[in-house]
């Protein structure tokens, strides 16, 4: 699955440092971004516990593209 957005894009340096705790890239600051810069560390949190990975394709200036896999349960009714 994938979410996208036409934001200003993220520079490939920065993959990594998006999803620590209190981090918000702007590329010039103007103080209007909203938000903790929480979000996306709560997102790798939930796919590392139930397996899954998140990660982000960027390009400047188009966007980025967050992309995460969840990985399937199968259950099995006993017979």
Known sequence: MAVRDNG?????????????GFYQYEPHFSGNVEGLGIGLLL???IMDTYGGDIWVE?????????RFRVPAIVVRQAQ
Not at 8 to 20: A, M, N, Q, R, V
């Open 58 to 66: 960027s390009r400047i200036p188009e966007g980025s593209t967050f």
């Open 43 to 45: 997102a790798r949190r």
């Open 8 to 20: 200003p894009g993220i520079p490939h340096e920065l993959y990594d440092k998006i999803f620590t």
